[in-house]
């Protein structure tokens, strides 16, 4: 069972939340391997939201298909909801959800997300002016990108765009977990081309870790913190992939300090995870809610 931090966090400090990890867990509880029923993942949404431990949690992260099922679950005279629209078609499937989620007087849209891997270089670019023609100014846009050959490409049409980049880092199969390598790749390309991102999938545990269950390599949210951090100071892939295998929980808590968590964090917006509880407790063992 995981355990929550107490009230107070470690040492029985207080925590300026906002500060450190505002709106850094996406609430993804729909997804695998979590994969909680509609009426759970938004009950325990508005438990997360309402709790002491509030301000860490992001928008709830929803595909659009499931859009019937998520407003069936919203109450007329209940609190807005901060939503993440994931969009799992092409421009027709954008437009229904814009539509849909725009509309809704208990939905505040906040991003979407829209997977674009595997595009051509031409087809993306169409595609991607084609959302933002679509997509109001007030809506962040993520868009998907594989790690790995052709992810320069990408990314720059994506800042061409002006939009966000979103980098998968885990789910259901080894292969989907990229290695060190090229998730700092990735990283530096986004940085190098001034595009902030999230990441999606892997990210449960503070350091990386071999799931005991699976044998998959699981990065940690907070090895990919201070590999940014690192980048921001100059460092190369070499160095960010040194970072990011890191295992030894002390080293890597030590590279984030708070100077580099708010660098970090301008770029590193958010990650989808399908726990609350197993980051923050994390972070609570690590002692990094109320030290600073």
Request: proline content about 7%; hydrophobic content about 45%.
């Amino acid at each position: 069972m995981t355990v929550l931090p107490s009230r107070t966090g470690a040492g029985g400090l207080s925590m300026p939340w906002v500060e450190k990890f505002g709106g850094f867990f996406d609430d993804a509880a729909l997804f695998p391997p979590g994969n909680a029923p509609m009426v759970t993942a938004v009950a325990r949404h508005w438990e997360h939201r309402d709790a002491w431990y509030g301000p860490p949690v992001g928008t709830f992260v929803c595909p659009d298909r499931r859009w019937d099922e998520l407003i069936g679950q919203l109450d007329a005279e209940g609190p807005v909801l901060d939503l993440s629209l994931v969009v799992g078609g092409g421009p027709e499937s954008l437009a229904a959800g814009l539509a849909h989620a725009l509309a809704h007087p208990r939905v505040r849209l906040r991003t979407v997300e829209l997977p674009v891997t595997g595009s051509a270089p031409g087809g993306l670019e169409a595609l991607l002016q084609t959302v933002a023609g679509a997509v109001p100014r007030t809506v962040t846009v993520y868009a998907e990108v594989g790690l790995g050959p052709g992810v320069h490409e990408a990314v720059r049409a994506v800042a061409r765009a002006g939009f966000r980049v979103k980098f998968r880092t885990g789910g259901t199969r080894a292969d989907a977990f990229p290695d060190e390598t090229r998730l700092a790749e990735g990283l530096v390309c986004a940085l190098r081309l001034g595009v902030p991102f999230k990441l999606t999938a892997g990210l449960h545990h503070a350091v990386r870790h071999t799931g005991s269950g699976t044998g998959f390599e699981h990065h940690g949210f907070l090895n990919v913190l201070a590999a940014v951090a690192a980048a921001h100071d100059g460092a190369g892939e070499e160095a960010l992939a040194s970072v990011l295998a890191c295992r030894e929980p002390e080293s890597v808590a030590r590279w984030c300090t708070p100077r580099q968590r708010a660098a970090a964090r301008a770029w590193f917006t958010s990650f989808g995870t399908c726990s609350i509880d197993e980051p923050l407790a994390g972070l609570s063992a690590l002692r990094l809610l109320g030290r600073d």
